[in-house]
């Protein structure tokens, strides 16, 4: 697992548009793949996205796909998150994980440091 670092949430009204950042903290080149998972109280983290950092090839829950994109700045080793068509069920912690090797964990309980997340919030 590489360290990652959160940021780019706050509160939107439904319909509106957030971009998350995740900034990784090696080059990204280097990694396998980055995941957004988010989290609302009292419920399981959820697998929202994920990309491939070398082939650029990308997987969404179907419940942000065609409206949420994820993609990355290898310049910047980041990761972002544009969220658009936001709804008030989209409103979660949002966390980034990024992996080395060949493997590319999406199931939480693999994750062994969780970031602060950064708190997305929408209201209808």
């Known amino acids: 697992q590489v360290q990652t670092a959160e940021s780019g949430g706050g509160s939107v009204q439904a319909g509106g548009s957030l971009r998350l950042s995740c900034e990784v903290s090696r080059d990204i080149s280097s990694t396998y793949c980055a995941i957004w998972f988010r989290q609302t109280p009292g419920k399981e983290r959820e697998w929202v996205a994920q990309?491939?950092?070398?082939?650029?090839?990308?997987y969404y829950a179907d419940s942000v796909k065609g409206r949420f994109t994820i993609f990355l700045d290898s310049a910047k080793n980041t990761v972002y998150l544009q969220m658009n068509m936001l709804k008030p069920e989209d409103t979660a912690m949002y966390y980034c994980v990024a992996w080395s090797g060949i493997y590319c964990y999406t199931d939480p309980n693999y994750v062994g440091n969780w970031g602060q997340g950064t708190q997305v919030t929408v209201s209808s």
């Open positions: 990309i491939f950092t070398r082939s650029d090839n990308t």
